[in-house]
């Protein structure tokens, strides 16, 4: 169980993001706010941070991790009717949804919906 607790603080340290999530978009990314998180990322570490304070209790920093997680990650993933969700979240992204700039579009990964879309570049250039 210390590994866990030694390994949570390496991920905070190396690629923790102000969220207290941690910058991983397919792979570890990194701390940089234009680095994304996965909504599984920040769910996933909930329940694993709240099964190491049930067997560590002792260690109040894994419930202060996963009441930030709680109330900055997941509020910032997961739409207000709790059936949308953002695939990944950017901590310096302002808001969720398919902008355009200029002649490239967001691809859908940013964008809140219910199902997963497949996002083609060719298609990201609109005529």
Known sequence: LQESLRAWKALQKFHGVASGAFGADEHLAGSAPHR???LCVVVESM????EAYRALPSEPGLADALERLAFNALPAAVGDDHWTHQYLTQTN???AG???HGIVQAPPSED???EAEAWHPAESNPE
């Open 93 to 95: 992204a302002l808001f």
């Open 98 to 100: 398919v902008e355009r």
């Open 112 to 114: 809140f919906s219910a």
């Open 47 to 50: 329940r694993s941070l709240a």
């Open 36 to 38: 994304g998180t996965e």
